[in-house]
T-cell receptor, first 118, second 111 residues
Framework: SAVISQKPSRDICQRGTSLTIQCQVD?????MFWYRQQPGQSLTLIAT?????????ESGFVIDKFPISRPNLTFSTLTVSNMSPEDSSIYLC???????????????FGPGTRLLVL | GQQVMQIPQYQHVQEGEDFTTYCNSS?????IQWYKQRPGGHPVFLIQ?????EVKKQKRLTFQFGEAKKNSSLHITATQTTDVGTYFC???????????FGTGTRLLVSP
């Protein structure tokens, strides 16, 4: 399985500022995913980051608020822009890992970035 | 859109008691996956079920995929304090190659 690291692990930010979260994988992967997990809630997919093309955003998430970069096959960043207290969440990156040929990919998650916006 | 619901939302048991969480999808799934998230941690993949009616076991954990491939269950026999966490089921969104996570069941085990 892939080893995924995220930076920062946690941060406290002031409203109106922006934070960039980094995700590093120890192997080359085609797709990387960014999720948000609000306190006590389930995981919600923000966007899918593909190398060499623009990220694909889910309904309710826009590029101006959550710009994503994917410069190579092992790295991605997610920026949370113009933050408000409602952005306080855990932000998780993940990658797919094909179990066996013909099966559906499963997700391996990074340790997450815990963000508190004051 | 596709929805995946889990019940119960929360359960508190005494160590040694059994525990079951149920997962229901609004659409038929090609497969169902289960993840565990420890308090303060990140989701960790547990297992994947693909076939209708499939049952898989991991030590004290038993996973089942419904005949109609729209529901699933996770049963833990004789819970231990190490079982504490939130259990999520997840299924692929039809045609879009992404996972939709269930609402989760939080398990608390008292010694």
């Amino acid at each position: 399985s892939a080893v995924i690291s995220q930076k920062p692990s946690r941060d406290i930010c002031q409203r109106g500022t922006s934070l960039t979260i980094q995700c590093q994988v120890d192997s080359q992967v085609t797709m990387m995913f960014w999720y948000r997990q609000q306190p006590g809630q389930s995981l919600t997919l923000i966007a899918t980051a593909n190398q060499g093309s623009e990220a694909t955003y889910e309904s309710g998430f826009v590029i101006d608020k959550f710009p994503i970069s994917r410069p190579n096959l092992t790295f991605s960043t997610l920026t949370v822009s113009n933050m408000s207290p409602e952005d306080s969440s855990i932000y998780l990156c993940s990658v797919e890992d094909l179990l066996v040929a013909g099966s559906q990919e499963t997700q391996y998650f990074g340790p997450g970035t815990r963000l508190l916006v004051l | 859109g596709q929805q995946v619901m889990q019940i119960p939302q929360y359960q508190h048991v005494q160590e040694g008691e059994d525990f079951t969480t149920y997962c229901n999808s609004s659409t038929t799934l090609s497969n169902i996956q289960w993840y565990k998230q420890r308090p303060g941690g990140h989701p960790v993949f547990l297992i994947q079920l693909v076939k209708s009616g499939e049952v898989k076991k991991q030590k004290r954990l038993t996973f089942q995929f419904g005949e109609a491939k729209k529901n699933s269950s996770l049963h833990i026999t004789a819970t231990q304090t190490t079982d504490v966490g939130t259990y999520f089921c997840a299924g692929p969104n039809t045609g879009f190659q992404k996972l939709v996570f269930g609402t989760g069941t939080r398990l608390l085990v008292s010694p």
